[in-house]
């Protein structure tokens, strides 16, 4: 873990060039360290983060890479206000509160009271 932080804290910009992403916990750790996002445009997941977030940019071929990474490295106040953008966001969406807020919210969508417990194997409860 020492290598990723240091390695994000001296970053610029985290580029995610995958197609394939989910989640992309790679993403969260970068904007968690205040960088903005470059990513392609084929991981519909990760380009909607980089559009809920106001975290980052995205690009669809080699052009549009190149101007958008030129755009990311010369305008440090785009940079800045991405980077910002990315970690509120993660602050926001994937804090244990969040998270468990959304879990609780489920639980209860489902009919099942706060506090209530899974039976156990064997009947026992818990």
């Known amino acids: 873990w020492r290598d990723r932080d ?7 910009l985290l580029i ?3 197609r ?3 989640l992309s916990i790679v993403t ?3 904007w968690l ?3 903005p996002v470059l990513a392609h445009a084929g991981s519909d997941v990760v380009r909607d983060h980089c559009l809920r977030s106001a975290g980052g ?20 106040a785009l940079a800045g206000t991405l980077g910002r953008g990315g970690r509120a966001y993660v602050a926001r ?9 959304r879990f609780h919210d489920a639980l209860q969508s489902w ?5 209530t417990h899974a039976a156990q194997p064997g009947g026992a409860q818990g």
């Open 6 to 12: 240091s390695l994000l804290a001296a970053a610029t």
């Open 16 to 18: 995610q060039p995958s």
């Open 20 to 22: 394939k992403e989910s």
């Open 28 to 30: 969260m750790q970068a």
């Open 33 to 35: 360290s205040g960088l």
């Open 57 to 76: 940019l995205w690009f669809e071929n080699y052009v549009e890479f190149e101007e958008m990474l030129r755009r990311l490295l010369e305008d440090g």
């Open 93 to 101: 969406e994937y804090s244990w509160p969040a998270v468990l807020g």
């Open 111 to 115: 009919g099942l009271p706060a506090g």
